[in-house]
């Protein structure tokens, strides 16, 4: 750091230290704010214990405006990582979002050095755009200490309860601290993912050989990226006629040509303290599809009432008030539906539901957001009135008489206590690939994947649901992420989501079985497991 310090002195006159210091203490402060951001929820992300939700939440409103700095191909190419929802695909997707923050800074700094230099020319004796370029470079190698700090604070937290006098090197370095091998597997690095292995600990050689290995790759990024804002400095240079002088005007608001240089809107808040970064509006999407199971004869009206609801809520920022109106507009054809005996009273909410689910999957890339949005939807007076209705008109014979073979299907053990059933009695044990063993208190049936609900209409086989359904089993009822589940994320919604219809249809039970649970993943609210029999 001493070598740091002379060396940004040396090539800055005496009377420009005060401005120059102040750029570093910015870009300083800057880079610890866009670790922070990054290391907080990476942390939550990578561990089943996430921190106390009131603790998360300004990170999580710092992260929405720090998305909106780094730009929509730095966001689409972190939504990509997420999505796979692997370890190492988090981590690489939060760290490489970290030095896209600091490539924003970067940009943002080197201009008012570069201003700096143009107006001071004689007195900094070197090209203003190779001075500027000397400064950031000396704080881009002073950040890859930040880096190795940021991996060992996303992956473990460390021990605090030792004082500096009992272990200095310990508290202020932490060397006993050793890498999990996701941070080298695929796509963070080179090594195939492994689940079972990606939390095994390297040894104190490997480690440091990793952390190096890291923190100089994102050094070497930082620099690229410096080296082509300063290339773009110098064409703008030679295009300027008068590029030698700069006018107190140009000094408080920079050239178009700088400013277009950085292609980076002013730091919000969270990165500076200097101002603040409103997101440009998303526009309401159409489903690209239909739920399964949604009645056919309701989708052309509910084509036309969505379409016109969108119209009237055009940005997603409104995506509440969208579906409170989709609820409002189709609740008459609901309670036809069941009145006319075309859709089961007992399951109108259900098609409801799944159909609100779909317009908020279209509309809100974050699952956690969309499991509170889901939430206030049945808080909604609109979700309340559709229940009184559909209610009112199954009480009136509303209903289905499904053939034989249905109702056999629908015959699922009850408990033989008084109450209604709920999840929790619920007992489903693999037996095989295709049979599985259902319990509800005390009472015992053994079912296969086509009586259960869960063949392929086309082939009779097995269907993805079923196998999704198998996961969950192997997994003792939690899917943490894509890779637990052996497909992509947003498939995994839509299996869970043919799930959830099976489920309720069969049990009759109206409570979401398996709910997407914040820094945990779904989780079933029934009991699910496999045989030893399943294994052999």
Same mark, same amino acid.
């Given at each position: 750091?001493?070598?740091?310090?002379?060396?940004?002195?040396?090539?800055?006159?005496?009377?420009?230290?005060?401005?120059?210091?102040?750029?570093?203490?910015?870009?300083?402060?800057?880079?610890?704010?866009?670790?922070?951001?990054?290391?907080?929820?990476?942390?939550?992300?990578?561990?089943?214990?996430?921190?106390?939700?009131?603790?998360?939440?300004?990170?999580?409103?710092?992260?929405?405006?720090?998305?909106?700095?780094?730009?929509?191909?730095?966001?689409?190419?972190?939504?990509?990582?997420?999505?796979?929802?692997?370890?190492?695909?988090?981590?690489?997707?939060?760290?490489?979002?970290?030095?896209?923050?600091l490539e924003v800074e970067i940009?943002?700094?080197?201009?008012?050095?570069?201003?700096?230099?143009?107006?001071?020319?004689?007195?900094?004796?070197?090209?203003?755009?190779?001075?500027?370029?000397?400064?950031?470079?000396?704080?881009?190698?002073?950040?890859?200490?930040?880096?190795?700090?940021?991996?060992?604070?996303?992956?473990?937290?460390?021990?605090?309860?030792?004082?500096?006098?009992?272990?200095?090197?310990?508290?202020?370095?932490?060397?006993?601290?050793?890498?999990?091998?996701?941070?080298?597997?695929?796509?963070?690095?080179?090594?195939?993912?492994?689940?079972?292995?990606?939390?095994?600990?390297?040894?104190?050689?490997?480690? $440091?050989?990793?952390?190096?290995?890291? &923190?100089?790759?994102?050094? !070497? *990024?930082?620099?690229?990226? %410096? =080296? @082509?804002?300063?290339?773009?400095?110098?064409?703008?240079?030679?295009?300027?006629?008068?590029?030698?002088?700069?006018?107190?005007?140009?000094?408080?608001?920079?050239?178009?040509?700088?400013?277009?240089?950085?292609?980076?809107?002013?730091?919000?808040?969270?990165?500076?303290?200097?101002?603040?970064?409103?997101?440009?509006?998303?526009?309401?999407?159409?489903?690209?599809?239909?739920?399964?199971?949604?009645?056919?004869?309701?989708?052309?009206?509910?084509?036309?009432?969505?379409?016109?609801?969108?119209?009237?809520?055009?940005?997603?920022?409104?995506?509440? $008030?969208?579906?409170?109106?989709?609820? &409002?507009?189709?609740?008459? !054809? *609901?309670?036809?539906?069941? %009145? =006319? @005996?075309?859709?089961?009273?007992?399951?109108?909410?259900?098609?409801?539901?799944?159909?609100?689910?779909?317009?908020?999957?279209?509309?809100?890339?974050?699952?956690?957001?969309?499991?509170n949005f889901e939430r206030e939807?049945?808080?909604?007076?609109?979700?309340?009135?559709?229940?009184?209705?559909?209610?009112?008109?199954?009480?009136?014979?509303?209903?289905?008489?499904?053939?034989?073979?249905?109702?056999?299907?629908?015959?699922?053990?009850?408990?033989?206590?008084?109450?209604?059933?709920?999840?929790?009695?619920?007992?489903?044990?693999?037996?095989?690939? $295709?049979?599985?063993?259902?319990?509800?208190?005390?009472?015992?049936?053994?079912?296969?994947?086509?009586?259960?609900?869960?063949?392929?209409?086309?082939?009779?086989?097995?269907?993805?649901?079923?196998?999704?359904?198998?996961?969950?089993?192997?997994?003792?009822?939690?899917?943490?992420?894509?890779?637990?589940?052996?497909?992509?994320?947003?498939?995994?919604?839509?299996?869970?989501?043919?799930?959830?219809?099976?489920?309720?249809?069969?049990?009759?039970?109206?409570?979401?079985?398996?709910?997407?649970?914040?820094?945990?993943?779904?989780?079933?609210?029934?009991?699910?497991?496999?045989?030893?029999?399943?294994?052999?």
């Amino acid at each position: 750091m001493a070598a740091q310090l002379a060396a940004w002195k040396e090539i800055t006159p005496e009377h420009l230290v005060p401005a120059v210091e102040h750029i570093r203490n910015s870009f300083n402060t800057a880079a610890w704010k866009c670790a922070e951001v990054t290391k907080r929820l990476c942390y939550a992300s990578l561990h089943q214990r996430a921190p106390d939700p009131t603790f998360l939440a300004p990170y999580k409103v710092a992260f929405v405006k720090y998305q909106g700095i780094v730009g929509s191909a730095a966001q689409h190419e972190f939504d990509n990582l997420v999505r796979v929802g692997s370890p190492p695909s988090v981590f690489k997707a939060y760290i490489d979002l970290f030095r896209k923050g600091l490539e924003v800074e970067i940009r943002n700094q080197f201009n008012q050095l570069l201003l700096i230099g143009l107006a001071n020319v004689e007195a900094v004796r070197i090209p203003s755009v190779e001075w500027a370029k000397s400064h950031m470079q000396l704080l881009i190698t002073d950040s890859a200490y930040r880096v190795k700090i940021w991996v060992k604070e996303v992956c473990d937290e460390q021990d605090h309860s030792k004082s500096l006098q009992e272990d200095f090197e310990e508290v202020v370095f932490w060397k006993t601290w050793r890498a999990p091998k996701l941070i080298h597997m695929q796509p963070s690095g080179n090594t195939p993912y492994d689940a079972a292995t990606a939390w095994t600990r390297e040894d104190e050689s490997w480690t $440091e050989k990793l952390l190096d290995g890291l &923190s100089r790759r994102f050094v !070497q *990024f930082l620099g690229l990226d %410096l =080296d @082509k804002i300063a290339g773009d400095a110098h064409v703008w240079l030679a295009q300027s006629k008068e590029h030698t002088q700069v006018s107190q005007v140009q000094m408080e608001r920079p050239p178009q040509q700088i400013r277009r240089i950085s292609n980076a809107p002013k730091p919000p808040t969270v990165l500076n303290g200097r101002g603040s970064w409103t997101p440009r509006p998303k526009a309401t999407q159409v489903p690209l599809d239909w739920p399964p199971y949604y009645p056919n004869h309701l989708i052309p009206r509910t084509t036309v009432i969505i379409g016109e609801a969108i119209k009237k809520f055009p940005l997603q920022a409104q995506t509440l $008030e969208l579906c409170k109106c989709v609820i &409002s507009e189709l609740t008459p !054809q *609901f309670c036809a539906a069941v %009145l =006319d @005996k075309t859709v089961r009273g007992d399951l109108a909410l259900s098609r409801m539901s799944d159909l609100l689910h779909y317009l908020l999957v279209a509309n809100c890339d974050d699952a956690s957001a969309r499991f509170n949005f889901e939430r206030e939807i049945k808080k909604s007076d609109e979700w309340l009135e559709l229940a009184r209705e559909v209610a009112g008109e199954t009480a009136n014979g509303g209903s289905v008489n499904a053939d034989s073979s249905q109702q056999e299907a629908c015959r699922f053990p009850q408990p033989n206590r008084g109450g209604a059933a709920t999840w929790e009695t619920i007992e489903i044990l693999f037996l095989s690939d $295709e049979r599985v063993q259902i319990r509800n208190g005390t009472n015992t049936e053994t079912r296969n994947y086509a009586e259960f609900g869960f063949h392929d209409a086309r082939n009779g086989k097995p269907n993805r649901a079923w196998e999704t359904l198998r996961a969950l089993a192997e997994q003792r009822g939690v899917i943490r992420d894509a890779t637990t589940a052996g497909q992509e994320w947003p498939k995994v919604e839509k299996r869970i989501q043919e799930i959830r219809k099976v489920f309720r249809e069969r049990f009759t039970i109206s409570h979401d079985p398996i709910p997407f649970v914040a820094g945990t993943g779904y989780q079933a609210c029934f009991k699910i497991g496999c045989s030893p029999s399943f294994h052999t």
